[in-house]
DNA sequence: GTGAAAGCGCTAACAT
DNA sequence: ATGTTAGCGCTTTCAC
């Protein structure tokens, strides 16, 4: 072994040593168990030790005893989409962290949805957060085998064998598509994007569009569009002439509209366009941008659920809803 | 305990009862490790077993084992910048997990470092990414004494303790400052964004703006902004006449320069103003955004590296730098 | 080519 | 009020 730069790392024993109790009494007081049962004068000499000695538990090891880590997993991906999520995220993280838990996310995008469970069910995390894709039965299944208490699918169907907090897409796609149908727009574009596995969110709002449009007899087209500038604008040089977008989300949406401004199509006049998110960009756009606001509901209570599930196991089922608002604005 | 809803996970132990081998021989084929030591037709009996029985290796025990986890980590914050940067994460996450790394992002924004630092050291990671502000001295110290292996900060100055990956927050600011001045500009604005821990880089990027404009005798104002609508019109109306803006990345930008035309000031006829990050949001605006691109090099080589560092430990050093590049648009 | 066994750091049931 | 101890699942040295 190299020569140690640092003083080796403190471990319970040494505190114990430092401070002339056992290792029983150290993991007691600084983990607060049992208050009452360690005299004020050891907790302080305890507290005092593990200070001096810089002490900082080892996670892996509560984890192999407790069979279980105190990680909350969720897919990297989720904190991409604005800053609105990645607010949201902090504040989930926080609550987490009160009941004792460390939210951590973790890429993968793309990859097999079962190799990434199987990364995740090694660190044998509390809970799982992640959209259904991701949790396909196998990774669920995967997930539950290795022990894994609270997994919590976002979805637009209950997932068998976990908890479905429900998500749905094609809501988006509806009530984007209903509105932009009540405009009086019946030739209507949906954008899908293709990257990051975006692909199947696509699919679910094209489907809820689909379904909007049905009665009204409108006529729903899918159209690929990659996030990139001179994809935007070939596509707008050779618009078939929809007269309403629903263009996946406020991203999608921006670009598209500044492409058909470019050649010359007017936003909502010739062209009427709907995003998702209700980003700020959506907000102050020009002309401002019709979207559908997803309310994410309150971290709070979501830190509590898992904390619930996490501490009792339930049967798996629907645990929550997440609301979504049409915001009509300028686009449409 | 309560009911088990399902199959207990199955241990290495279990697997090895199934083969009808050791424990030690079960650890061999699954991790390839002194290849050729087990006769093929064990291992293969070994891969069955574990197979049939869902074996997931428990990452905490590995961990233990081992000293340290496999884990490196970073802060969640950086996943929020956009899509260039999440995109690259995605590389680094896939490139860190070929040499057998989990990347994890986590949160933790303004809090206290050395509490941050206290969740990610009892972690045990093989190393730590983050952004100086983040690795106080004490922070490093602290994780370093956990026995982290590569500490790894981005900053301006080399960080005693740890390794730095050079990255001049005031080198944007002056490369943005710079410019302005060659179009003729002498009354600078900087946006201070205050939100998320931002303030510290808006400190730096001032810094090098005000570099760039002692020589020229250009004024230079930090300008508080939050990332809101209200905020950025009522910051237009009250214009104080600057004629040029960096603002401190092109979320900023955008938003500053719709108020601005929202309350008639012309960009860049009244006002220059030039962004930071290069997002695809800056090249479609109206007038497209000038702004400073960010290069944050190879993912593959920094995975590289930090696999380096973690297996033979070097003395703390810089270990390379994050170019920047001014791309010139119209609204300057 | 394979097995036995020690030990990583922690917690909690049990003993004093 | 405090201590003893077993054992969580894994890797790896050493013995066969």
Request: aromatic share 4%; hydrophobic share 50%; charged share 20%.
């Amino acid at each position: 072994m190299p020569g140690r730069p640092h003083p080796a790392r403190a471990t319970s024993a040494d505190v114990a040593r430092l401070a002339g109790v056992s290792r029983a009494t150290v993991s007691f007081v600084l983990n607060d168990t049992e208050p009452g049962r360690v005299s004020d004068a050891t907790r302080a000499r305890v507290r005092a030790a593990a200070e001096q000695l810089g002490y900082v538990s080892h996670a892996a090891a509560r984890a192999l005893r407790a069979g279980r880590s105190n990680l909350v997993l969720m897919p990297a991906s989720q904190a991409a989409i604005g800053r609105l999520v990645s607010d949201w995220l902090d504040e989930l993280q926080l609550a987490l962290h009160e009941h004792g838990y460390t939210l951590v996310l973790h890429g993968g995008r793309g990859a097999d949805p079962v190799e990434v469970a199987r990364v995740w069910a090694e660190m044998r995390p509390a809970a799982v957060l992640a959209p259904v894709p991701g949790l396909t039965p196998a990774a669920v299944e995967l997930l539950r085998t290795a022990g894994v208490r609270a997994v919590i699918a976002t979805g637009g169907e209950p997932v068998p064998g976990a908890h479905t907090m429900i998500f749905r897409q094609d809501e988006l796609g509806r009530l984007a598509a209903a509105h932009l149908i009540e405009r009086g727009r019946r030739r209507l574009a949906v954008l899908m994007p293709g990257e990051r596995g975006l692909d199947v969110f696509a699919a679910e709002r094209l489907a809820g569009v689909r379904q909007a449009a049905g009665g009204p007899g409108a006529e729903v087209t899918p159209v690929p569009l990659r996030y990139d500038w001179d994809d935007a604008l070939a596509l707008a040089r050779a618009w078939p002439g929809f007269d309403g977008v629903f263009a996946y989300n406020d991203e999608y949406a921006l670009l598209l509209v500044r492409a058909l401004q470019e050649v010359g199509l007017e936003v909502p006049g010739s062209v009427a366009v709907a995003g998702a998110d209700d980003l700020l960009p959506a907000r102050i756009a020009r002309p401002a941008l019709t979207s559908v606001r997803i309310e994410p509901g309150s971290a709070d209570e979501l830190a509590a659920l898992v904390h619930r599930l996490v501490e009792e196991p339930a049967e798996p089922g629907v645990v929550g809803a997440v609301r979504m608002r049409l915001i009509v604005r300028e686009s449409t």
